[in-house]
């Protein structure tokens, strides 16, 4: 289901926590799923419900936020030092002064939160709550902060595992968290969150308490647990990326893609793929990777930031990399590297080949072992071949230089200069042919090695 509301709205992302589970010099938000930093994610899903404002509140690493950030329409708030999730909040108020609207309080690291869910929430405000929160039930609750609801959805009681009651502890609704209200509600709620705990820290979930306290409805929604998981470790890392995975499978086979072993084969965050694609096992694509109808990806193939036409039939064991367009009907087997280049409709190279910084014409045949010689170490150059020529064996064509359409390179040839159209261009040294030198060679040899033995 799709709500809308009338209100704009504001998300106040908070990512100052140290991440020190994850054991890297990478801020935490910005380690990827599916090759793309766990807080784009989140962006890209928030845009979705036509977000007005955005402040991500960092504290450790703060720089490598803005970096990753920089082009986004991004406030970047600094909580220093870090005392507590509502604490963090309170940072975005300034950012946010002449906002009026909905303010929603998320996290950085539970990067699935889809838009729907959060429309889902903006819209349990519409019958006089002042503020919403987001619920779920895990298998295990561990030891998950509880909410304790009625059956309308209206929340009675936020309390912390540790602080509740056994009752209270078999309740199966958790608290992820995330809690959204109006910016007039908001500010005052999150000013009235004290400290008066056990480790000095000011928590969101007060926000929730204090509305209650004062009156004020609180009322609770819920999603799935998969979608609020956070992400702290290197192991949710890969949880979450497992899940995602297998999400975006299932999501191929119904838009008509067959996969032969679901789950080998590794999608983009962007991977797009037509219909009746057929992708063999142990396939993965990188960010950037466009696959038209009808195209055939063999085992084993590594694909990024390239654009397959209907009818390509690519691998075993290729690798496109970014730039590599293949149109119509082209070719690339087993162990051939297509870097920057263009395989125009019927091209083929069915294996052993290395075509960089190139245009392959349409109809040419590259022979196993050619390679486009395209770095002199300091820059790239390119090579053009014409339609229907055909490249031998072996061959290295130094660019730059064009061959010709219809032109041929004899197997075996270093072509350094131009190859007329038609041409026939054969770049070898002359053979050598010495009468018996073999047989004489292995005679001395032998002796040799028999009068070793001996001594």
């Excluded at 807080?39 to 845009?47: E, I, K, V």
């Excluded at 919403?132 to 561990?142: C, E, K, Y």
């Excluded at 992400?231 to 032969?260: C, F, H, K, P, V």
């Amino acid at each position: 289901m799709t709500t809308t509301t009338t209100h704009p709205f504001a998300a106040i992302i908070l990512a100052a926590g140290k991440g020190t589970r994850m054991k890297s010099d990478t801020h935490k938000v910005l380690h990827a799923i599916a090759g793309k930093p766990m807080l784009l994610h989140l962006l890209d899903s928030l845009a979705e419900a036509d977000l007005a404002r955005t402040v991500v509140v960092a504290g450790d690493r703060h720089e490598q936020l803005a970096k990753a950030l920089a082009g986004r329409e991004v406030t970047v708030a600094l909580q220093e030092p870090q005392l507590g999730t509502a604490h963090a909040a309170l940072q975005a108020k300034a950012a946010l002064a002449d906002f009026s609207g909905l303010v929603l309080v998320c996290f950085g690291d539970c990067p699935m939160v889809q838009a729907d869910t959060v429309r889902r929430l903006f819209a349990a405000l519409e019958g006089g709550a002042k503020v919403a929160v987001l619920g779920f039930r895990p298998a295990d609750p561990l030891a998950y902060g509880r909410i304790i609801a009625d059956a309308d959805g209206t929340v009675r009681k936020m309390v912390e595992f540790k602080d509740a009651s056994p009752e209270e502890r078999g309740v199966g609704l958790c608290n992820s968290g995330l809690i959204v209200a109006h910016s007039d509600d908001m500010w005052p709620l999150v000013e009235s969150v004290g400290n008066d705990n056990a480790q000095g820290e000011y928590y969101l979930p007060d926000v929730a308490t204090n509305a209650i306290a004062r009156g004020d409805r609180v009322v609770v929604i819920e999603t799935g647990a998969d979608e609020v998981a956070g992400i702290n470790s290197r192991a949710e890392l890969a949880q979450a990326e497992a899940r995602w995975q297998a999400a975006r499978r299932l999501r191929a086979m119904d838009e008509g893609a067959t996969l032969i072993a679901p789950e080998t084969v590794f999608f983009a965050h962007d991977t797009q793929l037509g219909r009746d694609v057929t992708i063999e096992p142990n396939v993965f694509f990188g960010p950037g990777v466009r696959v038209a109808d009808k195209v055939l990806i063999r085992a084993n193939s590594h694909i990024e930031g390239a654009s397959l036409a209907s009818g390509v039939k690519v691998g075993p064991f290729a690798r496109l990399r970014p730039g590599a367009v293949l149109e119509e009907d082209s070719f690339v087997g087993n162990f051939v590297e297509v870097k920057n280049a263009v395989l125009h409709q019927g091209a083929k190279a069915s294996h052993l080949t290395y075509l960089g910084d190139a245009t392959i014409g349409a109809g040419a045949n590259i022979g196993a072992g050619t390679i486009t010689c395209n770095y002199d170490g300091y820059f790239k150059y390119k090579t053009v071949i014409g339609e229907r020529a055909f490249i031998g064996s072996n061959s290295a064509l130094v660019a730059p230089v064009t061959i010709g359409a219809d032109a041929i390179v004899a197997a075996g040839s270093t072509v350094s200069r131009d190859v007329a159209p038609g041409e026939l261009r054969m770049v070898r040294a002359e053979q050598l042919v010495k009468d018996g030198w073999a047989d004489r060679f292995h005679d001395t040899m032998k002796k040799k090695k028999a009068a070793e033995k001996k001594g």
